[in-house]
């Protein structure tokens, strides 16, 4: 049997980079705010390299000094690989935009960058609740009214809010369910990639440049330098190009 779980303001479903963000924004507006996530942070993420337009939302929420702080590699540009092996000169964001602001970015680590955010989300006094599994949508009169979720302990309980958000990402929780999500028969890429270490890089501002190699007609390769002497190496490519005909 369920269980209601009072009302809130805001439910949030996900606490990944846009789950904590609004939960901060909301909760510092002084609503009430609940945030449901199905993981334990901090928990592993692909995605690492921020591209220069994060630094205004990151600004937004003051983690501009936090960020400044990490040991997250810092990047300043992007350079990129033609298929004949020939190397661009680095493009750098300073000489395109404003050197005070997104003239510079990071390459972070997913599960300590993401463990920032959702812990900014309680500062700012969001209520996080981890193992969590939201596993319906509730509705009323054709809107949505909260969620039914799972904890660890297999107990079910319902929570109810003015508005719920879905921000889980790729998952499209919300969407899927609500069968609005529709696939492109056209875009049928995958990602393959690991991880390395002692990969050569370059020095000073240079240290974070993103490289992407192109393959004409194929994809496309990238190679991220991160902290602790980490890089992450990546393929994008057509699912039966990366898959030799397979599914």
């Not at 003239?103 to 700012?124: G, H, K, N």
């Not at 009214?145 to 003015?162: F, I, K, L, N, W």
């Not at 049928?188 to 270490?197: D, F, G, Q």
């Not at 240290?207 to 980490?230: L, N, Q």
């Amino acid at each position: 049997m369920n269980e209601t779980k009072g009302s809130w303001d805001a439910l949030i479903i996900g606490g990944g980079p846009a789950g904590s963000r609004a939960a901060a924004v909301l909760a510092e507006k002084g609503h009430r705010v609940l945030v449901l996530e199905r993981e334990t942070f901090p928990r592993y993420h692909i995605g690492e390299s921020l591209i220069p337009f994060t630094f205004q939302p990151l600004e937004r929420l003051g983690m501009i000094p936090r960020m400044k702080a990490s040991h997250f590699v810092k990047k300043y540009s992007v350079s990129f690989v033609q298929p004949d092996g020939r190397k661009s000169q680095p493009f750098y964001f300073h000489t395109r935009y404003d050197k005070d602001t997104i003239a510079q970015t990071w390459q972070v680590q997913r599960s300590e960058f993401d463990q920032m955010l959702l812990d900014l989300a309680r500062e700012r006094g969001a209520v996080v609740r981890e193992q969590t599994e939201v596993v319906r949508l509730l509705k009323e009169d054709g809107g949505v009214t909260g969620v039914e979720a799972r904890h660890a302990d297999g107990s079910v309980c319902e929570y109810r809010a003015a508005i719920t958000l879905d921000a889980t990402g790729k998952e499209a929780f919300a969407s899927t369910r609500l069968g609005w999500r529709v696939g492109d028969p056209f875009l049928n890429k995958i990602a393959v990639w690991t991880y390395y270490r002692g990969s050569k890089r370059g020095e000073g501002i240079d240290e974070g440049v993103t490289t992407v190699a192109y393959v004409p007609e194929k994809g496309w390769f990238w190679h991220i330098p991160m902290h602790s002497d980490r890089v992450s190496v990546g393929v994008v490519a057509e699912a039966k190009y990366l898959t030799r005909g397979g599914v």
